[in-house]
């Protein structure tokens, strides 16, 4: 159309792109450069790059507005006034990071492992990792029940190539059930520190972890709902194959790409890695 921007044309056509795929990008506020200085990484498994549509920006340009891809002005909610945010809440928070929690319960000496979404890397020095346990009609989950017991747990990342048998393990099995078992995952127990947890044989990244802190969270009417649980990285277990080549041995980095890892969308979807972009940092 005559007079419309080019950047309403390239919404419009990207659109659909934007809505189904994932936008992995980095955390950072726009360089100092332009677009045009921002570097395409290529996977294997992408035959183009979503971000190649992305609106030309400049330092101080106003980006366009959300409702140029979707239509109209945003709805606001009060939360206290849903009957549920659950689905709200789980389907735009995306993409999130699955942790694959392995504990052991001492009582029954059964071990078990299933995935938590509600999870990410709070900080680096020391590592902290912090993970939502909801409960279930009221009642702590088994890996909570487990971790608070023995203050000490695995959290597991997963990967494309064992996402069916991770997900097997989320079911809703008894407490003296061994989910290791129900999913066919490896135990492997080797850790130091947290020795009589397993870590998942399938898993390219481990992280043993103690526990520093536990937060209650309740609902309006005061009863129960989460539990946020802060753990301490104390150690990491790496598979050689995904580590960054030629890095420093004592600044190692994850090839994500090689990585390969699952993040958790609305509903029971998954998805894993897409189109990626490296953007410098401003200089100011």
């Not at 999130?96 to 392995?102: G, H, T």
């Not at 947890?197 to 969270?217: I, K, M, T």
Request: glycine fraction near 6%; aromatic fraction near 8%; include cysteine.
């Amino acid at each position: 159309m005559e007079g419309r921007p080019r950047w309403a044309d390239l919404a419009a056509a990207g659109a659909v792109g934007f809505a189904v795929g994932l936008l992995v990008m980095s955390k950072r506020r726009p360089a100092t450069s332009t677009t045009k200085n921002s570097k395409k990484i290529t996977t294997s498994t992408t035959p183009y790059n979503r971000f190649d549509n992305r609106p030309s920006y400049t330092p101080g340009q106003t980006p366009p507005p959300p409702t140029l891809f979707f239509g109209k002005h945003k709805k606001i909610y009060n939360p206290e006034t849903l009957t549920s945010c659950y689905n709200l809440v789980i389907s735009s928070v995306t993409p999130r990071p699955i942790a694959l929690v392995s504990s052991h319960n001492p009582d029954t000496n059964v071990d078990n492992v299933a995935p938590f979404s509600y999870f990410g890397a709070v900080a680096h020095d020391p590592p902290m990792l912090a993970i939502g346990f909801c409960r279930k009609g009221g009642q702590q989950k088994d890996s909570l029940v487990n971790i608070l017991r023995q203050k000490q747990c695995c959290v597991n990342i997963m990967s494309e190539w064992y996402l069916d048998a991770a997900n097997h393990s989320c079911g809703m099995f008894a407490p003296d059930v061994d989910e290791f078992d129900m999913a066919g995952l490896t135990k492997v127990y080797d850790c130091q520190v947290v020795q009589t947890v397993p870590r998942v044989g399938q898993a390219a990244v481990s992280f043993e972890c103690v526990l520093e802190h536990v937060h209650p969270v309740v609902s309006n009417n005061n009863s129960p709902t989460t539990e946020i649980v802060l753990v301490k990285v104390v150690r990491i277990h790496v598979d050689e194959s995904v580590l960054v080549p030629n890095n420093n041995d004592d600044k190692p980095a994850v090839d994500t790409t090689k990585l390969r890892p699952i993040g958790r969308l609305g509903g029971n979807i998954y998805t894993s890695l897409g189109d990626l972009v490296d953007i410098p940092r401003p200089k100011v």
